[in-house]
Every structure is written in C-alpha cells, then in structure tokens.
C-alpha cells in the first residue's frame, strides 16, 4: 500500500503517521520525491482501510498496490487448482467438466430421463435445482427436500455426480450427507455466513458470480469459502446485468481469462442463465471452450415447452448432444 501525503503535511504529522503503522506491525518505507512525499507499506494491510487513511487531513490518496483476496489469488498459488469430485473425476487444471440437466427437477421421470440422456452424451456431472431462487414469490419453488431425494435415485442409477443450490444453511447437514458439489446461486454470492457455512464442510462449491459483482468481488467471496480451510471452490460466470436487454444477462466471457489470470481456481461458464435464450446456448457454450473455461453448466430439459423453470434458455437433450461433439472439436482447435 502506497500513501502519497500533501504538500502541505508537516514533518510531525508525518512521524505520527509512521509510528502508528509501525505500531501495527507494518513496515514503513518513505519515498520523498521533488513535489510528494509518500510512504510506503510492507506487510499484511488487510486490516487497514483505504478509507480510513484518507480521513487523516494531510493525505492525499492512498493506492493499493497488492489484491483484496489471498487465498483465491495466484500469488501464494501460483498453480493451477484440480477440484476432485465425488466418483473420481477432476475440475480444472487440464480436467475438462460439463454439468448438465434441468433447471429444476420437477419428477422422478423427468430427472432420470434427462440425467439418461446427458449421461450419454458425454456429461460429467448432473445438476437440478431443489431449492429454487426465484425473482417472484408466486413462481415456482422448487421441490425442496422431495426434490433432493430424486435427485439422489437419479445419480443412484447414472453414477453422476451430482450438484445442487443451497439457498440456506438451514439444509446444510442434507447437502453435506447428500451433495456432491453445492451450488452457491450469483443471488448468495454476498451472502457471508452462508459462504464461511459451507467452507467448513470439506465439499466442492460452486460459486457462481453475482449478477452486479465485480470479479474482484467474486474472488473475495471464494476467499471467504476458502478461509474454512475445508472446501474446495469452482468459479462460475453466469452473466451479469447490463443495460442490454436483447439478452437476460449479458455473458462476461472476458471474465474467463481475467479469472485464470487472476486466479488458480477452475473456472466454468454458465450460457444458460448468461444468455436466457437456448438458441444462444450452443454459440456461447463454443465461445466459453475458446476462452479458455475449464467446464461449462447447461440447462438440458426433455421438454423445454413444458419446463416449470427456465424453459426458454433450455436446450433439448438432441442439441445438447450435438453441443458435446463440437466441444471437442472446439477443446482440439484450441490446444493445438
Ligand atoms: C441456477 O443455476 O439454477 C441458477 C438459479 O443460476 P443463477 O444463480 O446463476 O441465477
Ligand atoms: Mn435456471
């Protein structure tokens, strides 16, 4: 962290200053230009605020030279992270995943026909929404517990793995029994406690980016998961608000490669809930492979006209299968 102090800071105000960083801890380089004297602080700032130091009359501006979030980051980290799932498999560090199924699950029939048919087609993961975020109270809420207990017979009879919202720590003994990856929806992503919850459990959290949060913001939100010294994160862009409205969100897909720059984690998009049309889907599901993502998550519904949640930005298993195909073709084109 770098002070830059006023012309008009006199030397006292200036030793002041010294000894009350030096008291907590921090170590103080003064650099005395021409015009500016600023002074320079080692060690961890993190307790310190910005805002704070700029109340002080005789400071100018305060810059931040190092990044809010530690753990998430790839200064301490610089690998890449592989999450292990349940079953075996592995999310990023060259471990591709595709997580496909309803937005919600809606019956036993419908869960197990498309878990079937995502299985066939080369899925990695299985997800349904129990426990449904919606904008409107009157909509649609999901099955709750009921839904779960599906959820579970249809990777009983698939073998997939399978990832489900957890909108409460209220449920947060059945998702640690049941889940295999739990889902943090872009409306929890500021949710703290709910984010040191599920950091203590020793599970995969999916954490999808808020819908007005910055990628600094998300990543100090993984931080927080991550701060339980338990779970393991996987980084999700789903979209965020814009004044666009040709869309339902507007896709960051620069995220993508902003996010592995910035960070070890694995990094998946979702097209689904970034696009809100199906026929957006396929092109951007594409674009996110070139970008560099580390997995994808798509809503796959058997009958999309039909669907309780989230029907327009479903695709049918068909397109999803022919999506499969060129995402390997698209996975070659770009390690080659
Ligand atoms: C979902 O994946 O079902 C969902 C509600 O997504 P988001 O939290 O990104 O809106
Ligand atoms: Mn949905």
Redesign the pocket.
């Given at each position: 962290m770098i002070i830059i102090l006023k012309e008009t800071a006199t030397p006292e105000q200036i030793s002041e200053l010294r000894e009350a960083m030096t008291l907590r801890g921090l170590i103080v380089q003064d650099i005395v230009g021409e015009e500016k004297h600023m002074m320079g602080l080692a060690g961890d700032t993190s307790e310190l605020s910005q805002e704070g130091l700029e109340r002080y009359g005789f400071v100018d501006r305060v810059m931040k030279v190092s990044e809010p979030y530690k753990l998430s980051g790839r200064h301490f980290h610089p690998e890449d992270t592989a999450v292990s799932i349940a079953g075996g498999s592995k999310v990023g560090a060259g471990s591709f995943a595709v997580v496909a199924g309803p937005?919600?699950i809606e019956s036993e029939e419908q869960i197990l026909s498309i878990a079937r048919d995502v299985k066939r087609s080369g899925a990695s993961m299985l997800r349904g929404?129990a426990f449904?975020p919606r904008s409107s109270p009157y909509s649609f809420q999901g099955l709750g517990l009921d839904g779960l207990e599906l959820l579970k017979i249809a990777r009983e009879k698939t073998g997939l793995p399978i990832v489900t919202e957890l909108m409460s720590s209220e449920y947060l003994s059945e998702f640690e029994r049941d889940v295999d990856v739990i889902q943090i929806g872009a409306r929890n992503m500021q949710n703290f406690s709910l984010l040191r919850d599920v950091g203590r459990l020793g599970k995969p959290v999916l954490l999808k980016r808020g819908p007005s949060s910055t990628i600094e913001e998300l990543l100090m939100a993984a931080d927080y998961i991550l701060h339980g010294g338990k779970s393991s994160v996987i980084l999700c862009e789903r979209g965020i608000r814009t004044f666009e409205t040709a869309t339902r969100n507007t896709l960051d897909l620069s995220a993508v490669p902003v996010l592995k720059k910035k960070s070890h984690l694995p990094v998946l998009v979702d097209p689904?809930?970034g696009t809100g049309y199906w026929d957006l889907v396929f092109p951007m599901a594409l674009a996110s492979v070139a970008a560099g993502a580390d997995g994808l998550i798509i809503?796959v519904h058997d009958r999309p006209e039909f669907a309780l949640?989230?029907g327009q930005?479903s695709i049918t298993p068909v397109l999803f299968d022919k999506l499969m195909r060129n995402i390997s073709a698209v996975r070659d084109a770009v390690k080659n």
């Open positions: 937005c919600s929404g449904k689904s809930h809503e949640c989230d930005q």
